[in-house]
Protein backbone atom coordinates (compact mmCIF):
# COMPACT_ATOMS: atom_id res chain seq x y z
CA UNK A 1 0.00 0.00 0.00
CA UNK A 2 1.55 3.51 -0.61
CA UNK A 3 1.79 6.59 1.39
CA UNK A 4 -1.45 8.04 2.03
CA UNK A 5 -0.96 12.27 1.14
CA UNK A 6 -3.69 15.14 1.17
CA UNK A 7 -4.96 16.10 -2.04
CA UNK A 8 -3.38 18.73 -4.17
CA UNK A 9 -5.60 20.98 -4.02
CA UNK A 10 -5.46 20.74 0.07
CA UNK A 11 -1.69 21.15 -0.51
CA UNK A 12 -1.88 24.45 -2.44
CA UNK A 13 -4.53 25.73 -0.16
CA UNK A 14 -2.30 24.86 2.78
CA UNK A 15 0.73 26.05 0.73
CA UNK A 16 -0.75 29.63 0.04
CA UNK A 17 -2.41 30.05 3.86
CA UNK A 18 1.07 29.78 4.90
CA UNK A 19 3.06 31.70 2.82
CA UNK A 20 0.48 34.67 3.24
CA UNK A 21 1.02 34.09 7.10
CA UNK A 22 5.06 34.48 6.30
CA UNK A 23 6.13 37.78 5.34
CA UNK A 24 7.48 38.92 8.11
CA UNK A 25 9.62 35.87 8.16
CA UNK A 26 10.35 36.42 4.88
CA UNK A 27 11.27 40.04 5.93
CA UNK A 28 13.23 39.40 8.99
CA UNK A 29 15.19 36.73 6.63
CA UNK A 30 15.86 39.61 4.24
CA UNK A 31 17.28 41.70 6.84
CA UNK A 32 19.57 39.27 9.29
CA UNK A 33 20.51 36.43 7.26
CA UNK A 34 22.52 33.70 8.28
CA UNK A 35 25.08 34.12 5.33
CA UNK A 36 25.62 37.21 3.35
CA UNK A 37 23.35 36.68 0.20
CA UNK A 38 26.60 37.37 -1.65
CA UNK A 39 28.79 35.36 -0.16
CA UNK A 40 26.58 32.38 0.06
CA UNK A 41 26.11 33.11 -3.75
CA UNK A 42 29.71 33.31 -5.09
CA UNK A 43 30.39 30.43 -2.57
CA UNK A 44 27.58 28.10 -5.07
CA UNK A 45 29.34 29.58 -8.58
CA UNK A 46 30.74 25.53 -9.42
CA UNK A 47 27.60 24.30 -8.25
CA UNK A 48 25.59 26.87 -10.31
CA UNK A 49 28.50 26.23 -13.71
CA UNK A 50 27.74 22.33 -12.88
CA UNK A 51 24.07 22.47 -12.97
CA UNK A 52 23.75 24.51 -15.86
CA UNK A 53 25.84 22.34 -18.03
CA UNK A 54 24.08 19.28 -16.86
CA UNK A 55 21.01 21.55 -17.80
CA UNK A 56 22.72 21.87 -21.48
CA UNK A 57 23.40 18.55 -21.52
CA UNK A 58 19.81 17.14 -20.39
CA UNK A 59 17.88 19.91 -23.16
CA UNK A 60 16.21 20.96 -20.19
CA UNK A 61 15.17 24.79 -21.32
CA UNK A 62 13.98 23.51 -24.27
CA UNK A 63 11.70 20.88 -22.36
CA UNK A 64 10.78 23.14 -19.63
CA UNK A 65 9.10 25.69 -22.27
CA UNK A 66 7.85 23.06 -24.47
CA UNK A 67 6.27 21.76 -21.08
CA UNK A 68 4.73 25.66 -19.82
CA UNK A 69 3.56 26.38 -23.61
CA UNK A 70 2.45 29.47 -24.63
CA UNK A 71 -0.59 29.54 -21.95
CA UNK A 72 1.31 28.85 -18.72
CA UNK A 73 3.57 31.84 -20.02
CA UNK A 74 0.43 34.02 -20.53
CA UNK A 75 -0.66 33.28 -17.48
CA UNK A 76 1.56 33.56 -14.98
CA UNK A 77 2.16 37.14 -17.28
CA UNK A 78 -1.75 38.13 -16.56
CA UNK A 79 -2.13 37.06 -13.10
CA UNK A 80 1.19 37.90 -11.62
CA UNK A 81 3.42 40.25 -14.14
CA UNK A 82 0.74 42.86 -15.16
CA UNK A 83 -0.07 43.75 -11.60
CA UNK A 84 3.26 44.02 -10.22
CA UNK A 85 4.50 46.03 -13.63
CA UNK A 86 4.47 49.33 -12.77
CA UNK A 87 5.32 48.83 -8.75
CA UNK A 88 8.80 46.96 -9.70
CA UNK A 89 9.30 50.12 -12.58
CA UNK A 90 8.76 52.48 -9.69
CA UNK A 91 11.03 50.20 -7.10
CA UNK A 92 13.55 50.22 -9.42
CA UNK A 93 14.45 54.14 -10.45
CA UNK A 94 17.21 54.72 -9.13
CA UNK A 95 18.97 51.98 -10.20
CA UNK A 96 17.80 52.28 -13.57
CA UNK A 97 19.45 55.71 -13.53
CA UNK A 98 22.38 54.73 -12.08
CA UNK A 99 22.85 52.08 -14.79
CA UNK A 100 21.62 54.70 -17.53
CA UNK A 101 23.84 57.16 -16.79
CA UNK A 102 26.86 54.78 -17.89
CA UNK A 103 25.13 54.83 -20.73
CA UNK A 104 24.61 57.74 -21.83
CA UNK A 105 28.06 59.33 -20.67
CA UNK A 106 29.51 55.91 -22.93
CA UNK A 107 27.27 57.79 -25.45
CA UNK A 108 28.02 61.05 -25.03
CA UNK A 109 31.83 60.88 -25.37
CA UNK A 110 31.52 59.44 -29.11
CA UNK A 111 33.02 61.34 -31.94
CA UNK A 112 31.06 60.38 -35.14
CA UNK A 113 32.31 60.13 -37.69
CA UNK A 114 31.04 63.05 -40.38
CA UNK A 115 27.47 62.71 -41.85
CA UNK A 116 26.92 61.72 -45.43
CA UNK A 117 23.99 62.59 -47.66
CA UNK A 118 20.87 60.35 -46.80
CA UNK A 119 21.51 57.06 -48.25
CA UNK A 120 25.08 57.22 -48.09
CA UNK A 121 26.42 54.31 -46.88
CA UNK A 122 29.38 55.67 -45.02
CA UNK A 123 26.53 57.18 -42.29
CA UNK A 124 26.63 53.61 -41.26
CA UNK A 125 30.03 54.46 -39.50
CA UNK A 126 28.06 56.93 -37.40
CA UNK A 127 26.51 53.54 -36.09
CA UNK A 128 28.97 51.42 -36.27
CA UNK A 129 30.69 54.05 -33.33
CA UNK A 130 28.03 54.16 -31.24
CA UNK A 131 28.04 50.15 -31.01
CA UNK A 132 31.77 49.70 -30.48
CA UNK A 133 31.64 52.00 -27.89
CA UNK A 134 28.69 50.27 -25.95
CA UNK A 135 29.72 47.07 -26.46
CA UNK A 136 33.26 47.93 -25.28
CA UNK A 137 31.65 49.50 -22.09
CA UNK A 138 29.85 46.36 -21.77
CA UNK A 139 32.28 44.06 -21.71
CA UNK A 140 35.14 46.10 -19.51
Not at 82 to 109: E, N
Request: hydrophobic share 40%; glycine share 12%.
Amino acid sequence: MGIQTISAQKAAEKWTRKANASTQDYTDGINAPRTPWAQATKASEANYEAGVQAAIGKKRFGAGVTKAGDAAWSKGCQDKGASRWAPGIGASADKFGAGIQGVLSTIAGVNLPPRGVKGDPRNLLRVTAVANALHAKAIQ
